[in-house]
């Protein structure tokens, strides 16, 4: 979790300085270019308004104007697929990070618990204790009377409704990881065909007439990919950490029957 926020606050940290960073970059290049302007009064209108232009331009003032260039008919879309997919990765993170526990800890607490208390103290120590695994010891814990085959089964429907709240929320994630290519790609077709209509109409083929609607199909098609990759790193995490946290909670339970085991041949 600590790493989580650390790296969350590095990124908003550099998307902050960034900007900053480029105004004072073109604040310097404005006074050197103002320097230049005295030495030399003659300097070409066109080269002054092609350096003006470049001095004003930042990382959002680039963004803005690609998104606009982009067709925002088009880009909305893949832009409100990257703010919702976000929204449900970020969930998942937070979740599954919290839902990641200590095992070892854990069993050594419910051992000693069984050692000293019994039953009822095991419990306890479960119910203090966050995560899927804990949960899965209590409702173990809580059937340990009725003996050690319903104990396992129990378990083993525990663990897969825990697994499902897992994996909550990842087919919206896929949905989007699919969906924003998709609509970059319409924005392609889109932009294509808008080339076409123009050499139509003007019934020529001069490089003018298409660009535009090819820059449409190029921005809308980097735009849905970049989109699609965020989230794909996003949801191959999630599935890793999901795996993990199954495979200590099989782990976990087969412990938890053996030291069931062993304290019910003490009594």
């Not at 396992?152 to 929320?169: F, T």
């Amino acid at each position: 979790m600590k790493r989580l926020f650390a790296l969350i606050a590095v990124i908003g940290l550099l998307l902050f300085v960034a900007p900053n960073n480029v105004v004072a970059q073109d604040e310097a290049a404005a006074q050197d270019s103002t320097a230049t302007e005295v030495v030399d009064i003659t300097a070409d209108p066109e080269e002054e308004a092609a350096a003006t232009a470049e001095e004003g331009r930042s990382l959002h003032n680039e963004l803005k104007k690609q998104f606009i260039d982009g067709n925002p008919a088009f880009m909305s879309f893949v832009l409100i697929s990257l703010i919702l997919g976000l929204a449900f990765a970020i969930e998942r993170v937070l979740y599954l990070n919290m839902a990641t526990s200590n095992t070892k800890k854990l069993l050594a607490k419910v051992e000693d618990a069984l050692d000293n208390g019994g039953v009822e103290a095991a419990k306890e120590v479960c119910r203090n204790t966050r995560g899927p695994v804990a949960s899965i010891f209590y409702q173990g814990l809580d059937r340990a009377d009725q003996g050690l085959d319903v104990v396992e089964k129990s378990i083993i429907s525990y663990g897969g409704v825990q697994a499902g709240l897992l994996e909550r929320n990842l087919s919206w994630l896929a949905l989007f990881i699919a969906l924003a290519p998709m609509l970059g790609f319409m924005g392609t077709v889109i932009g294509m065909i808008d080339a076409f209509n123009s050499i139509e109409v003007a019934g020529d083929i001069s490089p003018s007439l298409v660009a535009a609607g090819i820059k449409v199909a190029l921005i809308t098609t980097v735009s849905g990919l970049v989109v699609a990759i965020i989230l794909q790193i996003f949801y191959n995490y999630c599935v890793s950490k999901i795996d993990s946290i199954v495979n200590n909670m099989e782990d976990s339970s087969i412990t938890l029957l053996d030291l069931l085991v062993k304290h019910n041949l003490k009594k």
